[in-house]
Nanobody, 122 residues
């Protein structure tokens, strides 16, 4: 079992920055992948970014590439999502997830956090 707890969400203005954190606990295996997904009102949950727990290789959705950066601190068992140049369309509930495949697919992630709200005003 893996437990994930997100934090860092809030209300910001367009162009601002925000950093989300995801604290992981439990049986985190070396081959795990930690990902961030988001879900806007009335829309399906979508992939944002993912990082390999050990190797550190990362990938991003095209919509956030160049603005968002995912990173991890293995000693703290925490994954971060640095979000810069935020846009109103980034408004969503952001979820942290863990799984065994380096994938953008929701079904490849077995464990999920409760989510943190990010709201970007114009």
């Amino acid at each position: 079992q893996v437990q994930l707890v997100e934090s860092g969400g809030g209300l910001v203005q367009a162009g601002d920055s925000l950093r989300l954190s995801c604290a992981a606990s439990g049986r985190i295996q070396g081959n795990y992948v930690l990902g961030w997904f988001r879900q806007a009102p009335g829309k399906e949950r979508e992939f944002v970014a993912a990082i390999q727990w050990t190797a550190g290789l990362a990938m991003y959705a095209d919509s956030v590439k160049g603005r968002f950066t995912i990173s991890r601190d293995n000693a703290k068992a925490t994954v971060y999502l640095q979000m810069n140049s935020l846009k109103p369309e980034d408004t969503a509930v952001y979820y942290c997830a863990a799984g065994g495949r380096f994938s953008k697919l929701i079904v490849q992630y077995d464990y999920w956090g409760q989510g943190t709200q990010v709201t970007v005003s114009a």
